[in-house]
Structure formats: C-alpha cells, structure tokens
T-cell receptor
Framework: AQSVTQPDIHITVSEGASLELRCNYS??????LFWYVQSPGQGLQLLLK??????LVQGIKGFEAEFKRSQSSFNLRKPSVHWSDAAEYFC???????????????FGKGTHLIIQP | DAGVIQSPRHEVTEMGQEVTLRCKPI?????LFWYRQTMMRGLELLIY????????DSGMPEDRFSAKMPNASFSTLKIQPSEPRDSAVYFC??????????FGPGTRLTVT
C-alpha cells in the first residue's frame, strides 16, 4: 500500500518570499501524484498533478512541483507567496491500475501555511 | 458546472440517531468517492463507486456505515447509529479522468 509523508506540519513564510512544501511518498512504482489546497471551511482544490513525462509540472495560482524519483519526492514550490496563499496543503498519491481507471487517493496529513505580512 | 454538491453543510445530531449525508457528483463523472477528515487521522478514503457500483469499501470503519449510489447523479452515506467518534468532515469527490478528483465543500458532522 502507498503512503505519503508531509514532514512539516506548519510553515511560516513572509509575503513575497519563496515557498517550498515537502512531500515524500512510498510506493513500489511511479504513482500518480497530486497537490491539493484547502482553505478554512472549504473543500479541496486541485493545484496540480503528475502522471508521467516532464517531471516539473505547472499548476494553478503560480504553483509548480517537481517529481524526483530518486528521492521519492514531489515538492511544491512558489517563487513569491501572497497572503491569499495561507491555507492547508495536501499531497496525495494514487496507484495506477493496470486496467486503467481511477482509485482512491492516499493523502498526507497536510502542511498549514502561514503568511506573515 | 456547479461542481460537486453536498448536503447538508452542517449536521448536529445526538448519539444513536441516524445520519444521512448526500452528494451530487459533477455531471458526466463516472467515479464517486467518500472521504472523512479528522484532526487525528487526516483524510481517509471510505468508499468509492464506478458507474454506480461500489468498488472498494475497505475504508468504511464499521457496519454502522453504509453508502449507496442509486443513480449516476446521487449518492448517500448513512451512519446508523451515530456515535460521537463519527464527528468529522465528510467529503464527496467525483472524477472522470483517472485520479483527477474534484471535491465538494464537505459536510461537518457533530455527534453529541
């Protein structure tokens, strides 16, 4: 079974500074990888996804993530954060099915991002 | 598109009562997922459906939990009887492409 680790429970960043949120996964092959964002009282919004191909993926809101197979990592980055980026960020992994199709995702525990003015 | 719709948004009930949570997936999506979010356990997959058929219910915590999908546009998650430890936010998600799941706003359940 797959698992996801987000080692940072909280991260505080100054507005305008760069951001990197860490995500490590455990899976026997290359999984499908996702980053979701959750604002207080809201559902989860998909930021970006990696299925295959280029290991640097671009997402919405200026976010990007890089898949590193050797490190089993999929870290999320943003060059300059805005106060509106304050939220909970979840990394998720999905196991590809041989016959195609979807499966349930395994989520990390999340990283709470705080933006300082 | 209206996105995934869940109702109610908030539910407060007493221990022992039956609770029914509802979900309307995005039109055309053929997968539907139910997740539960708690502080202690994070986000957990409870069950998912493909073309209205339950595929994996291994995450359903107990027999007190049941889920149905009578048609492509509606699903329910029922807890009977409810217990305080069932208090959580329950999310419904749907997808068409493999894994690209779209989440609803959630139902916050409080069992007293």
């Amino acid at each position: 079974a797959q698992s996801v680790t987000q080692p940072d429970i909280h991260i505080t960043v100054s507005e305008g500074a760069s951001l990197e949120l860490r995500c490590n996964y455990s899976y026997g092959a290359t999984p499908y990888l996702f980053w979701y964002v959750q604002s207080p009282g809201q559902g989860l919004q998909l930021l970006l996804k990696y299925f295959s191909g280029d290991t640097l993926v671009q997402g919405i809101k200026g976010f990007e993530a890089e898949f590193k197979r050797s490190q089993s990592s999929f870290n999320l980055r943003k060059p300059s954060v805005h106060w509106s980026d304050a939220a909970e960020y979840f990394c998720a992994v999905g196991a590809p099915r041989s016959g195609g199709g979807a499966d349930g995702l395994t989520f990390g525990k999340g990283t709470h991002l705080i933006i300082q003015p | 598109d209206a996105g995934v719709i869940q109702s109610p948004r908030h539910e407060v009930t007493e221990m022992g009562q039956e609770v029914t949570l509802r979900c309307k997936p995005i039109s055309g999506h053929d997968y539907l997922f139910w997740y539960r979010q708690t502080m202690m356990r994070g986000l957990e997959l409870l069950i998912y459906f493909n073309n209205n058929v339950p595929i994996d219910d291994s995450g359903m915590p107990e027999d007190r939990f049941s889920a149905k999908m009578p048609n492509a546009s509606f699903s329910t998650l029922k807890i009977q009887p409810s217990e305080p430890r069932d208090s959580a936010v329950y999310f419904c998600a749907s997808s068409l492409a493999p894994y690209e799941q779209y989440f609803g706003p959630g139902t916050r359940l409080t069992v007293t």
